[in-house]
């Protein structure tokens, strides 16, 4: 899906506060914390603390890129604009500067001449998780293909990348995006910082053990 032009009705409210992430990403994140917590405790209960101690790295490395990349992205909507928090930088994106928005598997904002992309908004529904009941959307085949020539009603599910297209329709129609505004894109330092020690333990274990 595409948006451009003016298509939306007169609202004049702004678009409520509120928070989009893909459903998977956060439930898998807790489970990659959970091996990683697991092993170590399994390790230490088996009296292998060395082995311990050699996969405690690569397990605190995981446990970053599971916060990173999993738990932190998501997609906010405020009253005056979106707020795309991905892995390592953050981008406020006011709707005064948005050009466009693109929906397709990931969610893209294009804002002073720039793309930003969404890590953690919300994905397309599967067709099971749709309504459908079969892989093709039958609703799309003629109704001579269909038994007894008749139609079968299939609900369509509501996600929330219907939200947030309605969020920037929203305040286009209440004028929030006309007054002019700028894109500011921050690094998320701690997170920069947390990955770099992860990284550096990783290093020294794998010297470590190649020096024997």
């Avoid at 509120?18 to 209960?45: D, E, I, K, N």
């Avoid at 793309?115 to 919300?122: N, R």
């Avoid at 309605?166 to 330092?189: E, K």
């Amino acid at each position: 899906m595409r948006l451009e032009g003016d298509s939306a009705g007169k609202v004049t409210e702004p678009p409520r506060a509120a928070t989009y992430r893909t459903g998977s990403a956060r439930p898998l994140a807790a489970v990659l914390w959970l091996f990683a917590a697991g092993t170590v405790t399994w390790l230490l209960a088996a009296g292998a603390g060395k082995a311990a101690g050699g996969a405690a790295p690569w397990l605190l490395l995981l446990s970053w890129f599971a916060y990173a990349a999993l738990w932190r992205p998501c997609l906010r909507v405020g009253g005056d604009g979106f707020e795309v928090i991905n892995g390592l930088r953050d981008h406020r994106i006011p709707f005064g500067a948005i050009e466009d928005i693109e929906v397709q598997y990931t969610t893209a904002i294009r804002a002073a001449g720039k793309k930003y992309v969404s890590w953690g908004a919300p994905s397309p529904p599967s067709a099971f998780g749709a309504g459908f009941q079969h892989l093709s959307d039958l609703k799309s085949q003629p109704h001579s293909a269909l038994p007894g020539n008749e139609r079968i009603s299939q609900t369509e599910a509501k996600t929330g990348r219907d939200d947030i297209v309605a969020a920037w329709l929203q305040a286009r129609s209440g004028r929030a995006a006309d007054s002019p505004a700028t894109v500011t894109s921050t690094w998320n330092r701690p997170v920069i910082a947390a990955g770099a020690v992860s990284i550096l333990a990783v290093v020294i274990a794998a010297r470590s053990w190649v020096t024997g």
